[in-house]
């Protein structure tokens, strides 16, 4: 009879992945600072929103589970760093609005709402970095593979309109490009359970339904 012996990952992979909880959590601090200080001063909505969506990323990741199998290509590692810190890095401004915030922080609770619909149903599955942390298909995980990023797109876009200088715009536009690929890649990493590759096929749609 033989026993199974649990392999510790390799020193450097704890120290990376405690790095990028540390530098999440910083970055996170910091976009609060710049958003409760909008609020205090203009009473705008949007930006709480965005508060509270980037909020449960960190305490996501932060407990999340050990992944079974992890993709740590360059493609992969690179396009989790910038669509995690890219959003933190955005700033809230006194400028000219897109949209009257009352538009914006309608469309931010709907992103915001199918984030938390999303990150209810995965728990401790979320994490950073493509990996197989168990197969979730439940909830809004019935309509779309990647419920959360969606959601993260239309609370940016939201934001974006409320906040549109060059510096937002270039953030957004970076971090949800680096989005889309990682969701892709997700979902190549995940393609060698068969529980994924059977969820594929009743399930269509990466992040839009009908579009995407």
């Known amino acids: 009879m033989t026993t199974a012996v649990a392999v510790a990952p390799p020193r450097r992979w704890v120290v990376g992945d405690l790095a990028a909880r540390v530098t999440v959590g910083a970055l996170f601090v910091l976009l609060s600072i710049n958003l409760l200080s909008d609020f205090l001063r203009t009473r705008h909505f949007t930006g709480l929103l965005l508060l509270a ?10 407990i999340r589970r050990p992944a079974e199998v992890v993709d740590r290509s360059v493609v992969a590692r690179v396009s989790a760093v910038i669509s995690t810190i890219g ?8 400028g000219v609005a897109l949209l009257p915030d009352l538009v914006t922080a309608s469309v931010s609770i709907v992103g915001l709402c ?7 149903t995965i728990g401790r599955s979320f994490g950073i970095v493509a990996a197989n942390r168990g197969v979730v298909a439940s909830g809004p995980y019935l309509f779309v593979r990647h419920p959360i990023y969606t959601g993260y797109l239309i609370t940016h876009i939201a934001f974006l309109a409320a906040h549109p ?29 068969e529980r994924y590759r059977h969820y594929c096929e009743r399930v269509t749609w990466h992040l839009v339904p009908g579009v995407f």
């Open 114 to 120: 199918l984030g938390i619909a999303g990150k209810a």
């Open 53 to 62: 969506s980037e909020g449960l990323v960190v305490v996501l990741t932060i």
């Open 87 to 94: 959003p933190p890095l955005l700033r809230a401004s006194g």
């Open 165 to 193: 200088t060059p510096m937002n715009i270039t953030i957004v536009v970076a971090s949800d490009t680096a989005l889309v690929i990682r969701a892709l890649i997700e979902e190549r990493t995940l393609q060698a359970d």
